[in-house]
């Protein structure tokens, strides 16, 4: 659902740097009711968050972000999500295979198993989680209110993003080159390794950076999970949420910016990515 | 599907291949053990605890009067969500698509936003920007007389937010397949511009916008942090389906907790799996 699709939009015909138009009268008013209504509701507030935090200066940031509560939680949150998107490079990348090249009978339910924690909401991720993994688990293991539960739920909400990056480039892959390195007397692993790899990496790459960024935003499948412990298991997103609680929109402001500024990281690189792709060819 | 290297007749050498023997078997096993423990238990335990007591504890749960206002609720911002984002996502990618101006790249790349941004920082943003007090809409909205934070329209507002580029994103494909030789040739035979969307352009793209309403529709029940922030979670006013899910969890009512929450994965399952279904079999008819 989120995944990343690769030339989707980008393919699109552009006018290149020259200011010029093709719009008729209709489509102009169209795009100026776009422009306004994407403003007001996103454009506009997000901006406002940014100017809220640089409106309390360079010591506005310096002080949240280095209060010990809030660096723990932003640690946290950076390292587990790193961790977790190199967790989702390996088996993302092992499940597309699977379900590409070597299907078998039922795969076609594991499709649906992929898109699943997309498609439920976190609150209720949280909560399928704890069944298994809570105070109440059937098979004894409760890892609720612990730092594996963060690991945990960032996992759940991360595993489609790999997968379906990778899934649609290994699709056209062309067997060719496979099949010289075979009747060349390559082993599997060596075909997989020199031939495949290196066509799925930026792939790999891109579904690596979205789960990266969705780890760090997670907020909804932790909150019943991870028991928010401060210095514990508090993330970034519920830190912010307690700065908005007790009224302190300046810290909350601070701590958003720097999510904000992790998308908008991620995104920026997603799409430099995918010119370089585009420019090779 | 492909057949697996091994398969074709002009591979016999190829048995050595990736993908065969007990490396085959043994990476099945691993994908099927993962998926098994991260996703499919779980979700059949969520199942399990709500109905392992029959249906009677399931009716009690939803009709329960608290419970039906958040549903509704939900309900409401989902569908206000829905149609908003339909429009505009139509809106857009014809403009991404059929029309060339400045800012257009812009515009592009700013569309993904909404999905990349947390929830919770979207709930903070609509604080900053409607709150009563000093937002900079806010503040002129109630003095007109609209309050935006902690009634409806501030959760409908946020879960349009968090869901606005989904259609935009399953439109803009099938935009571009469909070209536009029929919409030329509507026009130069005399259809306006709004016979012409309505005729020609509308019934190409049916499908990409049926699958970006209802993915739409399924990201919208399901939102809960931007949700939270604006909402101000008061019990059987503003509080939606997922809110009461946290609630009734923390006040140790687990069993309505588990109820409510299999009804809203039953929902979600429910709808990727018509999408998959639909997407399946209007490639086949295409093909």
Redesign the interface.
Request: proline content about 5%; glycine content about 6%; hydrophobic content about 60%.
């Given at each position: 659902?989120?995944a990343v699709?690769f030339d989707?939009?980008?393919?699109?015909?552009?006018?290149g740097r020259v200011?010029?138009?093709?719009?008729?009268r209709?489509?102009g008013i169209?795009?100026g009711?776009?422009?306004l209504?994407?403003s007001?509701?996103?454009?506009?507030?997000?901006a406002?968050?940014v100017a809220?935090a640089v409106n309390g200066g360079w010591d506005g940031f310096v002080d949240t972000l280095s209060n010990p509560q809030t660096a723990s939680a932003i640690e946290l949150t950076v390292f587990t999500s790193l961790a977790v998107a190199v967790l989702n490079v390996l088996?993302g990348t092992?499940?597309a295979?699977?379900l590409?090249?070597?299907?078998?009978p039922g795969s076609r339910l594991?499709?649906?198993?992929?898109?699943?924690?997309?498609?439920?909401?976190?609150?209720?991720a949280g909560?399928?989680?704890l069944?298994?993994?809570g105070p109440?688990s059937?098979i004894g293991v409760n890892v609720a209110n612990t730092r594996t539960a963060v690991f945990?739920a960032f996992?759940?909400v991360t595993?489609p993003f790999v997968v379906r990056s990778v899934q649609p480039v290994l699709?056209q892959l062309e067997?060719d080159a496979?099949?010289a390195a075979?009747?060349l007397g390559a082993?599997?692993a060596t075909?997989?390794r020199r031939i495949?790899l290196p066509a799925l990496i930026p792939a790999i790459a891109a579904g690596g950076a979205l789960s990266f960024?969705r780890g760090?935003?997670?907020?909804?499948s932790l909150?019943?999970l991870s028991g928010n412990l401060a210095m514990r298991t508090e993330v970034t997103?519920v830190r912010?949420?307690t700065y908005?609680e007790n009224g302190n929109?300046a810290s909350?402001?601070v701590v958003?910016t720097v999510?904000?500024a992790v998308?908008?990281v991620?995104?920026v690189a997603i799409?430099l990515l995918q010119r370089w792709l585009v420019r090779r060819g | 599907?492909?057949d697996?290297?091994t398969a074709g007749p002009?591979?016999t050498?190829?048995s050595?291949?990736?993908?065969?023997g007990a490396?085959?078997v043994t990476?099945?096993a691993?994908?099927?053990l993962?998926?098994s423990a991260?996703?499919?238990?779980?979700?059949a335990?969520?199942f399990w605890?709500a109905f392992k007591d029959g249906l009677a504890p399931v009716v009690a749960a939803l009709t329960d009067p608290v419970v039906v206002h958040a549903l509704q609720l939900t309900l409401i911002a989902a569908l206000w969500s829905v149609v908003l984002n339909a429009v505009?996502g139509v809106?857009?990618s014809?403009?991404?698509?059929?029309?060339?101006?400045?800012g257009?790249?812009m515009?592009?790349?700013?569309?993904?936003?909404?999905?990349?941004?947390?929830?919770?920082?979207?709930?903070?943003?609509?604080?900053?920007?409607?709150n009563v007090r000093d937002g900079?809409?806010g503040q002129p909205l109630a003095e007109l007389g609209i309050r935006v934070l902690f009634s409806t329209p501030g959760i409908v507002?946020a879960t349009?937010?968090i869901s606005?580029p989904?259609v935009v994103?399953e439109v803009?494909?099938v935009l571009?397949e469909q070209g536009t030789d029929q919409e030329q040739a509507a026009s130069s035979l005399g259809a306006s511009?709004w016979v012409t969307f309505w005729r020609i352009t509308m019934p190409g793209i049916r499908w990409g916008v049926v699958y970006g309403v209802v993915?739409c529709f399924?990201?919208s029940?399901?939102?809960?942090?931007a949700v939270?922030?604006v909402s101000g979670n008061i019990t059987g006013r503003t509080q939606t389906a997922?809110l009461a899910?946290?609630q009734l969890?923390?006040n140790f009512n687990?069993a309505q907790?588990?109820t409510i929450?299999a009804v809203?994965?039953g929902a979600?399952?429910v709808?990727?799996?018509v999408v998959?279904v639909l997407r399946v079999r209007v490639e086949r008819n295409e093909s």
């Open positions: 659902m989120t699709q989707a939009k980008d393919a699109a015909p552009t006018g200011l010029r138009h093709t719009l008729t209709g489509a169209g795009l009711v776009v422009v209504w994407f007001v509701l996103v454009l506009l507030p997000l406002a968050v809220v088996i092992l499940i295979w699977v590409v090249r070597e299907r078998f594991l499709e649906v198993v992929i898109d699943v924690p997309f498609a439920l909401p976190t609150i209720v909560l399928v989680l069944a298994l993994y109440a059937p945990l996992a759940f595993l699709e067997r496979e099949q075979h009747s082993s599997a075909t997989f495949v960024a760090v935003s997670e907020y909804g909150v019943l997103s912010m949420l908005v929109l909350a402001s958003a999510l904000l998308a908008l991620v995104l799409d | 599907m492909a697996t290297p002009t591979l050498q190829g050595r291949s990736v993908g065969s490396g085959r990476r099945q691993i994908v099927i993962y998926l991260l996703v499919v238990i779980p979700v335990l969520v605890n505009f809106a857009v014809l403009l991404l698509v059929r029309y060339e101006f400045p257009k790249r515009l592009n790349a700013f569309i993904d936003l909404p999905l990349s941004v947390s929830p919770v920082v979207v709930g903070l943003s609509l604080v900053i920007v409607y900079i809409l507002l349009t937010f606005m989904l994103r803009v494909p571009q511009g993915l399924a990201r029940i399901g939102e809960f942090g939270k922030i997922t899910v946290e969890y923390q687990q907790a588990f929450a809203l994965a979600a399952i709808i990727i799996s998959a």
